[in-house]
T-cell receptor
Framework: DAGVIQSPRHEVTEMGQEVTLRCKPISGHNSLFWYRQTMMRGLELLIYFNNNVPIDDSGMPEDRFSAKMPNASFSTLKIQPSEPRDSAVYFC????????????FGPGTRLTVT | GQQVMQIPQYQHVQEGEDFTTYCNSSTTLSNIQWYKQRPGGHPVFLIQLVKSGEVKKQKRLTFQFGEAKKNSSLHITATQTTDVGTYFCAGNNQGGKLIFGQGTELSVKP
């Protein structure tokens, strides 16, 4: 299995630009999570989906952030407009349900907003 | 809201010394998980504890879940340089949402 796939691995953009991060979960996993990691705030859950439906988006910092999961094999996290304080590593993770709750993380996208 | 506190934030040890990180939740957990993140890497699942008072071992690593299911610990015996990284506990509430602790960054001096 290829594991969770994220793209791009690195993104550098200017303040005000739109940023789209992409994630392909492990095949067969029906839960998907978006996290943000910074030195100051640690690992924060932004949003998670079960069976493509957003369940909890209470961690989404503001309206500039949006996430979609149009099908079981693809999700996006969009920031529009981006700001320097959005600079962080964004991780996508997936897992199965049914008793096994361990999450499998992707390699992350390192976002730098200048 | 639910919080998971982890201490210490940093730990520097000499190779061969033991290491312990502690995790405390503000609420009772259905289970707790431990992850390791190497520098520049992503969190990797280590283990899950479910039962009150449960103890599990993985080679030099010993994981414990408290009787009240609100605290946990990870102990590494005789650390090696390959143990370097940040260790996170993550508590699972009834809704299946993982709440991560702040992590303990371990450095090992050879």
């Amino acid at each position: 299995d290829a594991g969770v796939i994220q793209s791009p691995r690195h993104e550098v953009t200017e303040m005000g630009q739109e940023v789209t991060l992409r994630c392909k979960p492990i095949s067969g996993h029906n839960s998907l999570f978006w996290y943000r990691q910074t030195m100051m705030r640690g690992l924060e859950l932004l949003i998670y989906f079960n069976n493509n439906v957003p369940i909890d988006d209470s961690g989404m910092p503001e309206d500039r952030f949006s996430a979609k999961m149009p099908n079981a094999s693809f999700s996006t996290l969009k920031i529009q407009p981006s700001e320097p304080r959005d600079s962080a590593v964004y991780f996508c993770a997936s897992r199965t349900t049914g008793g096994k709750y361990e999450q499998y993380f992707g390699p992350g996208t390192r976002l730098t907003v200048t | 809201g639910q919080q998971v506190m982890q201490i210490p934030q940093y730990q520097h040890v000499q190779e061969g010394e033991d290491f312990t990180t502690y995790c405390n939740s503000s609420t009772t957990l259905s289970n707790i998980q431990w992850y390791k993140q190497r520098p520049g890497g992503h969190p990797v699942f280590l283990i899950q504890l479910v039962k009150s008072g449960e103890v599990k071992k993985q080679k030099r690593l010993t994981f414990q879940f408290g009787e009240a299911k609100k605290n946990s610990s990870l102990h590494i015996t005789a650390t090696q340089t390959t143990d370097v990284g940040t260790y996170f506990c993550a508590g699972n509430n009834q809704g299946g949402k993982l709440i991560f602790g702040q992590g303990t960054e371990l450095s090992v001096k050879p």
